[in-house]
DNA sequence: CATTCCATTTGACATTTGTCAAAAAAAGCA
DNA sequence: TGCTTTTTTTGACAAATGTCAAATGGAATG
């Protein structure tokens, strides 16, 4: 077994705990993926059948709205991510998920973890757990885009995620805080 | 067994099949509560120990920011609702739910929920197919939030919740959409 | 029915953010 | 390194929304 594997699920087990049998089966739901920058790991129309899992990399989570580029999510080193109305529903994501960085990428398979749910109590507590932590998370961006001004959006994702002011391009962050790029470059000059 | 807890089981079962065994089971998790217009079904400060269901009525969960009254959602009739960060982490809610008519609501105790997803496939599988729907509508109006003008979201509620605009306030209405009652008040004149 | 109390609307003006165009800076490539 | 392309910044102005104050309207109450 690969390293990041064993890793990813030890971080699973961190999130509800697995026994070294339900590991095993786990084992069965999991691949992995090397992508470079740039790639896309989801495409536009496509059926997002996993859950990733960035084992080490930047991931970013877009769609178009009139043309226009506009991110929803990033994770970098790991974070979970998917695109959640698409995995739920089956139905084909409106949105994209690209590579901003070479990464390394961990799959769990939604077919096969859907089977294991129906008769493994530590596969199905483990979901619950992850999915409440995905609500949890949901819950807190929609907080802060709902009542925060752009740049106390700014200044908590300075907070909460510093790598990614580092990492993305300017436009990118414009748009997963809401604002336009021109904005955000003048919230930025007067920081 | 009361005839509404009996629908609320069959609710229940329609999000995920339950055998006669675990619908007995889930009964002892379950207690109704009567609650006025007005009345608080959550205050501010309290941990949220359930997962409210509303029978009959309208529910609208607001909170505070910088003393002013923020309106995050409504439930109305067969809808569910909890605090979100408050029910997973275990924290005093920072949001109050309150009753904006006479409503009967139906209560799931997380303490009990939380015993039996360890020991029974049916609910386990249940709460994911809870949380799973909660993902899905917050994600849906992060969107809506992220990337709709005013009058664009104002008129996505007309559609989905068309009784919300009949039922409750213009100011409940316009911190809901994110803006404030003037503003609600100029979109609505010019539709 | 008159009065009081809120909720809603309207007006005038301020602030924030967006748009478009151009300049400057940075990154990628030959 | 020098050239090209992309990204970021800046300026001028427009549009959307907010703020504050006052007017209006409606519901509840004595």
Not at 92 to 121: F, G, H, M, R
Not at 142 to 164: C, D, G, T
Request: hydrophobic fraction near 40%; charge should be neutral; charged fraction near 25%.
């Amino acid at each position: 077994m690969k390293p990041i594997v064993r890793e990813y699920l030890d971080t699973l087990s961190g999130l509800s705990p697995l026994s070294p049998q339900t590991r095993e089966l786990l084992l069965n739901c999991i691949s992995t993926r090397t992508i470079s920058k740039g790639e896309l790991l989801l495409e536009h129309g496509e059926v997002c059948k996993h859950i990733y899992y960035v084992d080490k990399g930047l991931m970013r989570i877009f769609y178009y709205k009139d043309k226009r580029d506009i991110t929803e999510w990033f994770a970098g080193d790991k974070q979970f991510l998917f695109s959640v109305r698409s995995y739920f529903e089956e139905t084909p994501s409106k949105l994209i998920i690209e590579a901003l960085e070479d990464s390394e990428v961990i799959l769990l398979s939604k077919e096969k973890q859907e089977v294991l749910i129906k008769t493994n109590l530590e596969v199905a507590n483990l979901m619950i757990k992850a999915f409440s932590y995905s609500l949890i998370l949901s819950q807190k961006r929609m907080e802060s885009i709902q009542f925060e001004s752009a740049k106390e959006r700014y200044v908590s994702l300075m907070e909460q995620q510093p790598e990614i002011i580092h990492k993305a391009p300017l436009q990118y962050i414009a748009s997963f805080l809401g604002i336009t790029q021109e904005t955000l470059s003048r919230i930025r000059s007067k920081i």
